[in-house]
C-alpha cells in the first residue's frame, strides 16, 4: 500500500496524462495501472487547458476491484510417486478435488493425497532419491510468484543433505488472477 501511496504522489508531481505508467485514457482523463494484489488503481488526471498557466488540482481516486483469486492443487500417489496437478480454478476445495480425480485416473490402485496448493500464485516440483534409500524419492513442492517456483524447488531439494539427484519433477505452473 505503501508503495502505492508513493506512486501515487509521484504521479501528481509530474504531467501524469503524458507520463501515466499504465494505461491511460484520454477521453475521461484516467490514468490506470496494476497494483501488486491484482487489484486496479485508477487516477482521475483532468486533460490539459488551453490558456489556462495553472491547471487545477489534482485530484486522486482509488478504486478496490476485486479480482476473483485462482487456485492450484497437487495430488501424489506416494507408493508409485505419480502425480496430477491441476490449475486456475475458482476455489480451493475445487482444485484439490479435480488433483485427486486426476491422481486415481492415472493410479487407479493406490491412494492419492493433495501434498501441495497455490493461491494466486505458481507452484512447482522437485525430486531427489534419499542416500540412505537409494529406491526411494522425496519431493520439494513450492509455491511462489511467476518465474521462482522451480528455482526455488531445486534450491530446497539441493539444501537437503539426505537427498542427491534432485531434479524437477512438475514444472511451473500458475494459477493467477485475470482481469477481464
Known amino acids: 500500500m505503501k508503495k502505492l501511496f508513493l506512486i501515487a504522489l509521484g504521479l501528481v508531481s509530474f504531467n501524469v ?3 501515466c505508467p499504465g494505461r491511460y485514457f484520454p477521453d475521461t482523463g484516467i490514468c490506470q495501472i496494476q ?3 491484482g487489484e486496479v488503481v485508477n487516477y482521475n488526471v483532468p486533460p490539459p487547458q488551453s ?3 495553472t491547471p487545477p488540482p489534482k485530484k ?3 478504486y478496490d476491484v476485486k479480482v476473483p483469486s485462482k487456485f492450484g492443487a497437487v495430488a501424489m500417489n506416494m507408493q508409485t510417486g505419480y502425480g496430477a496437478g491441476v490449475l486456475n480454478k475458482n476455489s480451493l476445495s475445487e482444485a484439490k478435488k479435480e488433483a485427486l480425480e486426476q491422481c486415481k485416473q492415472g493410479n487407479k490402485n493406490a491412494p492419492c493425497k493433495v501434498v501441495s496448493w497455490v493461491r494466486n500464485g505458481c507452484i512447482a516440483s522437485a525430486k531427489g532419491k534419499e542416500i540412505n534409500n537409494p529406491g526411494k524419492w522425496k519431493s520439494f513442492y513450492v509455491g511462489k510468484e511467476k518465474g521462482l517456483a522451480e528455482a526455488e524447488a531445486l534450491a530446497q531439494c539441493r539444501a537437503d543433505p539426505k537427498v542427491t539427484n534432485c531434479e524437477i519433477s512438475l514444472p511451473e505452473g500458475c494459477s493467477l488472477p485475470q482481469l477481464q
Open 17 to 19: 496524462y503524458a507520463n
Open 60 to 62: 486522486i481516486i482509488y
Open 51 to 53: 490558456g489556462n498557466s
Open 35 to 37: 497494483g501488486h494484489n
